[in-house]
């Protein structure tokens, strides 16, 4: 049974991925690439959490996906074998002027394929 705190997580990561899904409809010139990739980043972190509060694991706070996955990885190794990509990078580049970067249509695909690989893969351990 998954913790009412860890489906609380699923539904947040739920939401980023339907509004990744609002966007990937529009035209390829009409996709705001940079809410795609930042989005998906958030799906992926959620999840990652979703599974360490499902099993207990205090993470604190942070957008590093690498470290949440060696958290999980420190409860079950597979983790280890799960693919991340770059999704790290687009949880602040792309919120701030500072790092000004707009990924192109191709690569807010490519960071959607990995959030819902992410999604899966947890959901399944928590199954």
């Known amino acids: 049974m998954i913790s009412p705190d860890a489906k609380n997580?699923?539904?947040k990561a739920e939401e980023d991925l339907r509004l990744i899904a609002h966007e990937l409809v529009l035209p390829d010139e009409e996709i705001v690439t940079s809410g795609v990739c930042f989005h998906a980043q958030q799906?992926?972190?959620k999840y990652l959490k979703a599974f360490l509060s499902a099993r207990g694991v205090d993470f604190g706070k942070g957008h590093v996906l690498e470290l949440l996955q060696e958290q999980c990885a420190q409860v079950d190794a597979e983790f280890r074998t799960l693919d991340v990509g770059n999704l790290t990078d687009y949880a602040v580049?792309?919120?701030?002027p500072d790092y000004?970067?707009?990924p192109g249509v191709e690569e807010a695909r490519q960071?959607?394929?990995l959030a819902v690989a992410i999604k899966n893969f947890v959901l399944e351990k928590l199954a």
């Open 9 to 11: 997580w699923i539904a």
């Open 43 to 45: 799906a992926a972190e």
């Open 93 to 96: 580049q792309l919120r701030y």
């Open 100 to 102: 000004y970067y707009t």
């Open 111 to 113: 960071a959607n394929v």
